[in-house]
């Protein structure tokens, strides 16, 4: 019996110094959680799609030591602005006080002077962004891409990369234009439609379809303009937002009862009298791919519905747009100066005119119909 004991006794010693030296290295701590195999635990969480929920919940301190000590936590140290010198702001005095700056949904409006762009460059270089910009040139509008390209490679998104998608029906007319590094131009090729109407409302659909299939795997924002126009001053980053939309150059100051809205109740695009922030124009508006593919989705699926009822907006894709901004709130709103017609003159707000209309001769660029419809536009925006 004594000697069962005496082997008890020395078997008790063994195992307490076994488990004293495979432990003693454990730095003991209250908030201590045992976990196996936590590699393969941040490699999900990584690499899931319910990645910002799922990273809420480890609080434990072992993960958090591993994550900062990560090579995934020194690359978000990276987004640290750079040391910049420029004028302190001042929360007593505003930049302008001659315009609106804010909606009342808190999006900004983009004004000359409301802006640093050394500062935002730096944001966005920092993300390594790049931005499409989206043209139709369908028949005779092939003309004008020369001088839009030439012209926005010397203003637009300057020191950036930029895809010009160009969708037309006439390839062989779209000249080489050399551009600068990190640009390019890819030329889409699309069906070609008599009425310069029924282009106006598809390129919804073409944006749309290109934004899922192709645009996606490419760039990061989207910007989509139309082709009459010309780069006359710089046009940077301070135009990105999640979503954006442009002042109608014809109605930044009209009353409600003025905008040229949809007020047929049996159109997809109808908005009340009494509803209505802003008019926003057509041929100027964008955001992140992901949100240009819900605007378009949106006003091409209206777009066919009031097809299907032999219905016509008044304004085409525009009236589908103004539909769409009123019930998806815009995050940023351009001013006036990234969309004029020189013939309106100069206005003193206007310190800067940046994207204008080219002078063109549109009896020989549309068809009779399209022209008259120009002159009522025109009547209304001088009127």
Not at 31 to 47: A, E, G, K, M, W
Not at 89 to 96: E, I
Not at 98 to 122: E, H, K, Q, R, S
């Amino acid at each position: 019996m004594g000697c069962e004991k005496k082997w008890i006794f020395v078997l008790a010693v063994m195992m307490f110094s076994f488990c004293w030296y495979n432990m003693r290295s454990i730095t003991w701590h209250p908030s201590l959680v045992f976990r196996c195999n936590s590699q393969p635990t941040i490699d999900y969480v990584n690499s899931s799609s319910q990645f910002d929920l799922l990273k809420q919940d480890f609080l434990h301190r072992p993960i958090i030591d591993y994550v900062r000590s990560s090579p995934q936590f020194d690359l978000l140290k990276q987004d640290f602005l750079h040391r910049m010198l420029y004028e302190k702001p001042n929360v007593l005095s505003p930049p302008r006080s001659d315009v609106l700056m804010m909606t009342p949904w808190l999006a900004p409006i983009v004004w000359n002077g409301t802006y640093n762009i050394d500062i935002l460059n730096t944001q966005f270089h920092q993300k390594n962004v790049s931005i499409g910009i989206t043209v139709f040139a369908i028949k005779k509008y092939t003309v004008f891409i020369k001088t839009f390209i030439e012209t926005a490679e010397k203003f637009f998104m300057v020191g950036h990369k930029v895809n010009y998608y160009v969708f037309t029906d006439r390839v062989g007319d779209i000249p080489n234009i050399t551009l600068g590094e990190g640009r390019q131009l890819v030329i889409l090729e699309v069906p070609s439609y008599k009425r310069w109407q029924e282009v106006s409302m598809r390129r919804m659909e073409m944006i749309r379809d290109h934004a899922r299939q192709r645009f996606v795997n490419e760039v990061d924002y989207l910007v989509c303009v139309d082709v009459d126009m010309r780069f006359s001053d710089d046009v940077g980053v301070e135009i990105l937002s999640h979503s954006f939309g442009t002042l109608h150059p014809g109605f930044y100051a009209a009353s409600r009862t003025r905008f040229t809205y949809e007020r047929r109740q049996q159109s997809t695009a109808y908005i009340p009298t009494d509803e209505g922030d802003f008019y926003y124009a057509g041929g100027y508006f964008g955001g992140t791919v992901e949100e240009v593919y819900k605007l378009t989705n949106f006003c091409h699926n209206a777009m066919m519905t009031d097809k299907g009822n032999n219905i016509e907006a008044i304004w085409h894709d525009e009236s589908y747009l103004n539909k769409y901004f009123l019930y998806h709130k815009p995050t940023k709103i351009l001013s006036p100066e990234y969309l004029w017609d020189n013939n309106a003159g100069v206005p003193a707000f206007l310190k800067r005119r940046r994207f204008v209309a080219v002078p063109k001769n549109h009896n020989a660029i549309r068809n009779k119909r399209a022209l008259q419809a120009y002159s009522r536009n025109k009547q209304k925006f001088h009127s």
